[in-house]
Each structure stands twice: as C-alpha cells, then as structure tokens.
C-alpha cells in the first residue's frame, strides 16, 4: 500500500507561482512511477508530469515543461511539482499519484494510487 498526500496549493494571482508537496509513505519500489495530475472543472483528469522512484526519468505535458518542473527529495519521500509563469488555464485539482510498473504512463488508469488532491486557483 502506498499513501500519498499533496499540500502546497492555494489561490494566486496569474503569472505567480506555486510549489506542491506529495508525501509518501508505504512499500515505493524504486521502479514505481509518481506523476501529478490535474482536473479542471467540467474537465476530464490529465497528466501534467511524472518521475520514476529513482529519478531516473522524467516526462512532461508538452505544453507545461517550460513552466512546470517535478523533484523529489529521497530523504523525505516527496514530490514537489514547481510551477511557475501560471495562468488562469492553470487552475485545477492538482493530484499526485503512483503507478506500480516500470513502464512509464501518462494514462490516468495506469496509476495504482492516487492523494486527495489540492485545489489551485490562478485569478487573472
């Protein structure tokens, strides 16, 4: 079992930034896979990015990696999701979640495990 929760989000103005959390906990093997989504409303769930357990690996939303950056910090098990430049498109549930495979995967079936999400809110 593997327990994730995101913090980190909040309301802010367009163009500002924010930093999202993901801690986990439980059995992460190093070939698992951690991605965060996000769901606009009245919006269908899509990637945004992930990064393999061993950080060998990242991948990105064509359209946000010049904006946005995924790390982790292996002494406290979290994610973090950067994100930079926002912009009222940007607002969304931001979801963590990790998928028990070493294929990477940007579907949203893919992933095993999911957090609770966190709201952001970009006012323009």
């Known amino acids: 079992q593997v327990q994730l929760v995101e913090s980190g989000g909040g309301l802010v103005q367009t163009g500002g930034s924010l930093r999202l959390s993901c801690a986990a906990s439980?059995?992460?093997?190093?070939?698992?896979?951690v991605a965060w989504f996000r769901q606009a409303p009245g919006k269908e769930r899509e990637f945004v990015a992930s990064m393999s357990w061993n950080r060998r690996t990242t991948s990105y939303k064509d359209s946000l990696k010049d904006r946005f950056t995924i790390t982790k910090d292996n002494d406290k098990n979290t994610v973090y999701l950067q994100m930079n430049g926002l912009k009222a498109e940007d607002t969304a549930v931001y979801y963590c979640?990790?998928?028990?495979?070493?294929?990477?995967?940007?579907?949203?079936?893919?992933?095993?495990?999911w957090g609770q999400g966190t709201q952001v809110t970009v006012s323009s």
């Open positions: 439980g059995r992460i093997l190093p070939y698992y896979t």
């Open positions: 979640a990790v998928r028990t495979n070493v294929k990477d995967s940007n579907g949203v079936s893919d992933y095993t495990y």
